[in-house]
């Protein structure tokens, strides 16, 4: 293991939603630096799914009463969140059980290129047309997979999925189409239900099909978490109590069935391991670029904070004018306040066409130090704690980028 002997302080990360660019490839000339894969989740695949007795459980109880299985999640294989593989293979399950399906797709443009979404739910239409099922809603992924407390964007996918009060549109591709036409991103796109999908019924059950706990955890307390005030719901234990399940633990607080209860996030930043440690946290994740670079720099040289996040790829952030080149020219800044109190510096740049994203270590305390060149996402938290002197939990994958 790579190791130094004195710890900086503090650490930074650095989320930018650019791959590409001046101020990051003059950081890529400088410093440690390589490209790092995006892991698509291999811990969940066909055979485990088919074999699985919640999901059983779960298509069985539609059966029996006549209804159909509804499948939630982000329809993309951009591998942070979902797998397009997990919810094809969900589709054969549900074939041959032979239970009615009904998709409701989350669109994407974030982890995946934005445009893309049309090549996803085009394909997903392909695999429906065996007759398995259809789609029934839409949603951007800023409102169904919101993590903010932004609890009216999550009340509209909410009514989607009962079809209470939300327009129609005559197919998918029609409403995105629509919805994007003149510029919204498709992360932004609000919800809307295909042609004359009729609302989920009493005798439906739902699965959650995204393995990344951090954009279900509210949409799922909505459905069918028993306790939940963040606006009226026509059932008080949620619409789906007793018939819902998540793909993995998204807030064990909730007490839904789980398909994967032990499936670790390979995609989880550890930051339940800092706040165990006590490690002094600050986060910016909403704001402008300049307003997210001039309190992140605040917090580096208050020498408060053992650990700080300086997120600039929120798909909310990604909207604003000028991100992108905002964030180019703010780099500097943040590189200088780093240094200058001796702390570490991790840059990670947004994902490229080949699925990898830049990831740049800073620390002038060591300067021997190079990047793993077979890294992938995983490995991003083990390398946090270790830049930070902790030990790795079981909850943690991966292994530290950091190398002699």
Known sequence: MHSTNVRPRPIVLVALDAARGPALTSLQ???????????????????????????????????????????????????????LTHLFALLDIAARARVRVVVHALLDGIDVPTGSAPGYIAALEAKLDGGVGRIGSVSGRAFAMDCDARWDRVERVYRALLADNVDRIESALRGIEEACKFGNPEAFVKPFLVFDYPGASLVDTVLHFNFGAEGARQLSAALAGADFSHFARKSARGPFDGRYACMTPYDNALGLPTLFPRAPDPFSLPLEALASAKCRQFHCTEGAPSEIVRKSVAAIRSGQYDFLLADFANPDNSRRAGSAVAQESTIAELVEAGRSVG?????????????????????????GARLRSDGVFSDLGPTLLELLQLPRTQEVLGVSLLAR
């Not at 029996?64 to 939630?72: F, S, W």
């Not at 740049?349 to 994203?357: C, E, H, P, V």
């Open 29 to 83: 000339q400088r410093y440690p630096s390589q490209q790092v894969r995006l892991d698509d989740s291999d811990m969940i695949d066909a055979e485990s799914l088919a074999h699985n007795q919640v999901l059983r459980s779960l298509i069985r109880k539609a059966k029996d009463m006549g209804g159909r299985l509804h499948l939630c999640g982000l329809v993309s294989d951009g591998g942070v969140h979902s797998s």
């Open 343 to 367: 702390g570490a510096l991790v840059f990670m740049g947004g994902r490229d066409a080949a699925n990898t994203f830049p990831v740049i270590y800073i620390n002038d305390a060591d300067g």
